[in-house]
């Protein structure tokens, strides 16, 4: 998509450029005294920004300089903060930065391709929606499990896991139609992130615990973002709304008797 003259980066250069000193800011940030790690992770974010816009410099227009960088902003944040939940162990930390390197670097390809997508046809927009739709689903179940690690009051869990969700859905929902009008794809966040909000809500009424709200939640997410894009894509049809709600029946079941058997204790 690009080529090397005159001693200019390439795009993928740059990504992988992006990819590493992002790993490198995850690695200091872990090292940092507790309580300087929050605002650590706010200047993070602001670096995962600018320099998933350096790398994109040429081909963010409009809308794409907001919509098209928040999953490459929100997922190193959603990293770097469950990885204050692993263990110690230098293998456990060693093995999670050389993943999250992969998966930036990947994740900056499927930006830079919905940024290509929103100017000209281009063929690899369907393998880019795949990439960035599990890495919706992985972000916000990280962050979502961050969320209710805090055990804070239930109407502040619902707050959280709304504006968490919101941004991550509009992506998404946009990621199927990559057009310079987005008005319509954040009614579409909105509704999610609402529906969202109140399962979240809902679960801290439960005595259940964190690792199994954030997989009930993540679920939801896969299945009303899976709904949308089927939706905007005008394939959602009887069996696709079986075969996802379904799907949300079974992990609905596991997590009920899971929950049963811990109050049954």
């Known amino acids: 998509m690009s080529g090397r003259s005159n001693g200019v980066l390439t795009k993928r250069r740059k990504f992988l450029l992006v990819a590493l000193l992002l790993s490198l800011g995850l690695l200091i940030v872990q090292r940092l005294p507790v309580e300087s790690r929050y605002s650590a992770i706010a200047f993070f974010a602001l670096a995962a920004y600018l320099l998933t816009a350096w790398s994109l410099l040429k081909d963010l227009h409009g809308i794409n300089w907001l919509i098209n960088l928040i999953l490459p902003t929100f997922y190193p944040v959603s990293v770097a903060l469950f990885y204050f939940l692993l263990p110690q162990a230098a293998s456990t930390r060693t093995v999670v930065v050389l993943l999250f390197a992969i998966s930036m670097y990947g994740l900056l390809l499927t930006a830079n391709i919905f940024a290509v997508a929103s100017i000209r046809t281009i063929q690899l927009l369907r393998a880019a929606r795949v990439v960035g739709f599990l890495l ?101 049809f009887n069996r696709t709304i079986q075969e996802y709600l379904g799907f949300a029946g079974i992990v609905f079941v596991v997590v009920t008797t899971a929950v049963i058997f811990r109050w049954a204790r």
């Open 136 to 236: 919706s689903i992985v972000t916000s179940a990280f962050i979502f499990h961050v969320i209710f690690s805090l055990r804070v009051a239930g109407w502040l869990v619902g707050i959280l896991v709304f504006g968490v969700s919101l941004p991550i859905l509009w992506q998404g929902a946009w990621s199927y139609v990559v057009s310079s009008s987005v008005k319509r794809e954040f009614y579409y966040g909105l509704v999610g992130a609402v529906v969202m909000g109140e399962l979240a809500l809902a679960l801290s009424f439960w005595l259940i615990g964190v690792p199994l709200a954030s997989v009930v939640l993540a679920m939801g997410m896969y299945v009303i973002l899976g709904l949308f894009q089927h939706d905007l894509e005008g394939r959602l």
